[in-house]
């Protein structure tokens, strides 16, 4: 299996996330529930052991199917987070990116770079025009991974999305390949 250095040390890696880490994966989202839980609901989905199974064997599909993608964020050995590619429509060239991170890891840049990794995977090797970002417009974390990565605020879904009893604003963003191969050229 690939690992690709998030860091200059080596400590931080990204690596495909697959069914057969469902434990692993359940660990990582007990450690971190409450604090991925404010802003997603990756953590009111993966509750016990064949839940996480049955989550990591969706993105196996997808992956199979070409439709997502799914990478743990690793620090120092411990999957600490995790970015995706919740889906990916081959036919318009357009995915929507995801990250999130346990709080032991942010603050340190891994979901950012983690993200651009991704990014430029399915810009440059994949031939993808567009990458989307839905974040919930609290989620300032999350904007600033965003504007980052050179993204663009495209909108509001106002009230759009449900969560724990109360409706919450989107905020989509977006980069374009030409936009992000100018980005790359620019640092």
Excluded at 20 to 43: K, S, T
Excluded at 152 to 170: F, N
Aim: charged share 30%.
């Amino acid at each position: 299996m690939y690992a690709i250095p998030l860091d200059d040390e080596g400590t931080g890696l990204l690596r495909p996330l697959e069914p057969w880490q469902a434990e692993e994966f359940l660990d990582h989202m007990d450690r971190g529930r409450e604090f991925i839980a404010r802003y997603i609901g990756l953590p009111d989905v993966v509750t016990d052991l064949e839940s996480s199974r049955a989550y990591l064997r969706e993105y196996a599909e997808k992956a199979a199917t070409d439709s997502g993608r799914i990478h743990g964020i690793r620090s120092r050995g411990l999957l600490v987070g995790g970015a995706l590619f919740r889906t990916m429509d081959v036919g318009t060239g357009t995915a929507e990116a995801g990250c999130w991170l346990e709080p032991s890891a942010s603050g340190r840049g891994l979901a950012t770079r983690a993200v651009r990794v991704i990014i430029d995977w399915i810009a440059e090797e994949r031939g993808f025009h567009r990458v989307e970002w839905y974040v919930a417009a609290a989620n300032e974390a999350s904007i600033a991974v965003a504007r980052r990565l050179g993204m663009t605020k495209d909108g509001v879904l106002r009230e759009s999305y449900p969560r724990r009893g109360m409706r919450h604003d989107i905020e989509i963003w977006s980069v374009l390949a030409p936009e992000w191969r100018a980005g790359k050229r620019g640092s």
